[in-house]
């Protein structure tokens, strides 16, 4: 986990620089922004309808399997049927 400040952030970010990356990432489909190391996890946890910090306390795999389930169905819907 990355080193954090007596104030939780990470260092040399603030939570608006941390805003707009991410909103700037989300808008481009990750071409542009940077995505924080928390986002995929929180990303999981509301898949799965489960508290984040209830997550955090289980196997990576559930929060993989289910990055990979939402990366699926997000891929599916650009397929378009022959």
Same mark, same amino acid.
């Given at each position: 986990?990355?080193?954090?400040?007596?104030?939780?952030?990470?260092?040399?970010?603030? &939570?608006?620089? =941390?805003?707009?990356?991410?909103? /700037?990432?989300? %808008?481009?489909?990750?071409?542009?922004?940077?995505?924080?190391?928390?986002?995929?996890?929180?990303?999981?946890?509301?898949?799965?309808?489960?508290?984040?910090? &209830?997550?955090? =306390?289980?196997?990576?795999?559930? /929060?993989?399997? %289910?990055?990979?389930?939402?990366?699926?169905?997000?891929?599916?819907?650009?397929?378009?049927?022959?």
């Amino acid at each position: 986990m990355p080193a954090r400040s007596d104030d939780g952030h990470a260092p040399g970010r603030t &939570d608006a620089s =941390e805003l707009k990356e991410l909103r /700037r990432y989300i %808008a481009t489909k990750g071409l542009q922004g940077s995505m924080p190391d928390w986002y995929p996890s929180m990303q999981a946890a509301k898949y799965l309808n489960v508290p984040w910090w &209830d997550l955090l =306390e289980q196997s990576v795999w559930y /929060r993989d399997k %289910a990055l990979i389930a939402m990366s699926a169905e997000a891929e599916a819907q650009n397929i378009k049927p022959s």
